[in-house]
């Protein structure tokens, strides 16, 4: 097993009879990332209208030629505190935890739902092969959060561990067994190590003592992968205003991400927005390798939303 660096503290779960696949996408994807530049041409393929209301979507996999999105539904939005209680500088809201199948045509074929009470907020997926696995939290900095796995034949979720703080991704390294989460904002990252079989170790061991900072900072990561080699792939966006009253410009961005430091290692804009004017990676994406490039797979709206593919040719 690759060393994992010294902010990654092992946390063992208990992973079940099905043992582990290689990854999806392996070292080719990696590879075609970091040809990737700000020049790089992305040519729209298709926009398919989603047959369902998808809320506030949030992360998104391929499996075979299905998408499973994970998405928010808001009911009673959180309010901002007069002064932050508890360490905490808004109220929980409402709502509940979802995660869709659906088809390429963007019709639904399925819909589980998932998180407790005020842990309601899924975030970014990853599918290590096997599972996909969904972290649901409170819609809150510092909330506390629910990692389940989730058969992607049957929908069924399995609760693999709870955690106090606010989970916004997970990514699954196939390749060293280690499971990585991305705080609120992106700003924290958390490492766990996994093995095939086993319990669940180191309970109640505090948030702190598994954190490591984020040292990129010119976007916040909404989703992220596996990209094979020791590295995520990372989306997201940021809201640059020229004044505190002024109209923001969002511009998304990819990051590749190494998993034992924290540290990118190849990072460039997605100059790519909806006709509505969001970055194409405000919500979930997905990305896979082609022969010549890299296919992307985007959600950028909420509620009546609309699937995005484009290509790359790198070659």
């Given at each position: 097993?690759?060393r994992?660096?010294p902010h ?6 208990a ?9 999806p996408?392996?070292?080719?994807l990696?590879e075609?990332?970091?040809?990737l ?6 040519t729209?393929?298709a926009a398919?209208?989603l ?7 949030q992360g ?6 299905a998408?499973?999105?994970?998405s928010?539904?808001?009911r009673?939005r959180?309010?901002?505190?007069p002064?932050p209680v ?10 509940v935890g979802h ?9 639904l074929i ?7 009470g005020t842990?309601?907020?899924p975030g ?8 996909i696995w969904?972290?649901?939290a409170?819609?809150r ?9 989730v058969d992607?034949?049957?929908?069924k ?7 106090e703080?606010?989970?916004g ?9 280690t ?14 190590e ?6 669940i ?7 702190d ?12 990561y909404q989703?992220c992968q596996?990209a094979g080699?020791?590295?995520m ?5 940021a809201?640059?205003r ?5 109209a923001?410009f969002?511009?998304?961005?990819m990051d590749l991400?190494d998993?034992?430091?924290?540290r ?5 804009p997605?100059l790519?927005w909806?006709?509505?004017g ?6 979930p ?8 490039g ?9 509620d009546?939303?609309t699937?995005?593919?484009f290509?790359v040719?790198?070659n």
């Open positions: 097993m690759r994992t660096s990654l503290i092992a946390l063992t779960l992973c079940g009879a099905t043992g582990f696949a290689q990854p996408t392996g070292p080719t990696v075609r990332v970091r040809q530049t700000r020049e790089s041409a992305w729209p393929l398919v209208p047959a369902f209301p998808v809320h506030h979507p998104m996999v391929k499996v075979g030629d998408l499973f999105v994970s928010v539904e808001i009673v959180t309010r901002r505190l002064e508890g360490g905490y500088d808004r109220d929980t809201g409402e709502g995660l869709f199948k659906l088809d390429m045509a963007g019709n399925a819909d589980l739902r998932l998180g407790e842990v309601y907020h970014g997926i990853d599918y290590d092969g096997t599972s969904v972290p649901v409170e819609y900095p510092n909330g506390r959060s629910i990692v389940y796995r992607p034949a049957t929908m979720a399995t609760e693999m561990f709870r955690f703080d606010h989970l991704a997970v990514v699954y390294d196939t390749e060293s067994r499971l990585h989460g991305v705080g609120w904002g992106s700003r924290r990252f958390y490492g766990w996994v093995t095939a079989d086993g319990p170790i180191a309970a109640g061991r505090p948030a003592a598994l954190r490591g900072l984020n040292g990129s900072h010119y976007v916040d989703d596996y080699a020791g590295l792939l990372c989306t997201g966006l809201e640059l020229q004044a505190p009253d002024a923001p969002r511009l998304g961005g991400i998993l034992h430091d924290g990118s290692v190849h990072g460039v997605l790519l909806a006709p509505g969001r970055p194409m990676t405000q919500n994406s997905w990305f896979e390798p082609t022969s010549t890299l296919r992307g797979y985007f959600i950028p709206d909420d009546k939303a699937l995005y593919r290509e040719n790198i």
